[in-house]
Nanobody, 126 residues
Framework: QVQLVEAGGGVVQAGGSLRLSCAAS????????MGWFRQAPGKEREFVAA????????YYADSVKGRFTVSRDIAKNTVHLQMNSLKPEDTAVYSC???????????????????WGQGTQVTVSS
């Protein structure tokens, strides 16, 4: 079982930056892919970014490409999401997820992701 704990959310003005972290425990992540998702009030959860733990391959939603960067700290078993040039429409609860069967051939946005964190709130004011 993999436990995921997010941190780093908060309130920021439009154009600002935030760095989210997702600390993983319980299992080695060498065979896992990590994903970041977000859900705004009244909207469905949407994919943000993904990273393959072993090779560091990354994939982004078009809405965040060029502004967000996903990375990993192997020694700390932690995944980061650096968010720059934030917009009010980025406001959401951001959650990280882990999956051992994520298909990079099809799309890492689809998953499947088996383990989820509790989420952290990101609010971007205009």
């Amino acid at each position: 079982q993999v436990q995921l704990v997010e941190a780093g959310g908060g309130v920021v003005q439009a154009g600002g930056s935030l760095r989210l972290s997702c600390a993983a425990s319980g299992r080695t992540l060498s065979s896992y892919s990590m994903g970041w998702f977000r859900q705004a009030p009244g909207k469905e959860r949407e994919f943000v970014a993904a990273l393959s733990w072993s090779g560091g391959r990354t994939y982004y939603a078009d809405s965040v490409k060029g502004r967000f960067t996903v990375s990993r700290d192997i020694a700390k078993n932690t995944v980061h999401l650096q968010m720059n040039s934030l917009k009010p429409e980025d406001t959401a609860v951001y959650s990280c997820a882990a999956g051992s069967r994520v298909s990079w051939y099809r799309s890492p946005a689809v998953g499947p992701y088996d383990h989820w964190g509790q989420g952290t709130q990101v609010t971007v004011s205009s």
